[in-house]
């Protein structure tokens, strides 16, 4: 039996499949994130809200999007923008998916 041995530096980016609810049913993008560790990521969620030196949650996922494919349009943030602004659901869907990623990785079938 072959092992592999654990890497302590992960990959810089990962890729996950993200299912947006539409009116339609659902829309299913694959995101190309890049990895934040947990005190870069706790930082980052830290900034989202309402206030003047806040970030919404295009600017914060576009620190962590670097691409997409499955979408009519190339990845840039006035498209992330548009997309969550088209589909209310969308950023949460996406935080949901790149967290579930980060923390319970590849599972098993």
């Not at 993008?29 to 990895?35: G, R």
């Not at 979408?71 to 998916?97: G, H, M, Q, R, W």
């Amino acid at each position: 039996m072959r092992r592999i041995m654990f890497v302590l530096q992960p990959k810089p980016t990962f890729q996950a499949q993200v299912t947006i609810p539409t009116t339609e049913g659902e829309g299913k993008i694959t995101f190309e994130f890049k990895h934040k560790g947990r005190k870069q990521l706790l930082e980052l969620l830290n900034s989202i809200g309402d206030g003047e030196d806040r970030k919404t949650d295009a600017e914060a996922l576009s620190e962590l999007i670097t691409d997409w494919h499955g979408v009519d349009e190339k990845f840039s943030k006035e498209n992330l923008e548009f997309l969550i602004d088209n589909y209310p659901a969308a950023a949460k869907v996406i935080f949901d998916t790149y967290n579930k990623a980060l923390f319970e990785g590849r599972q098993k079938n």
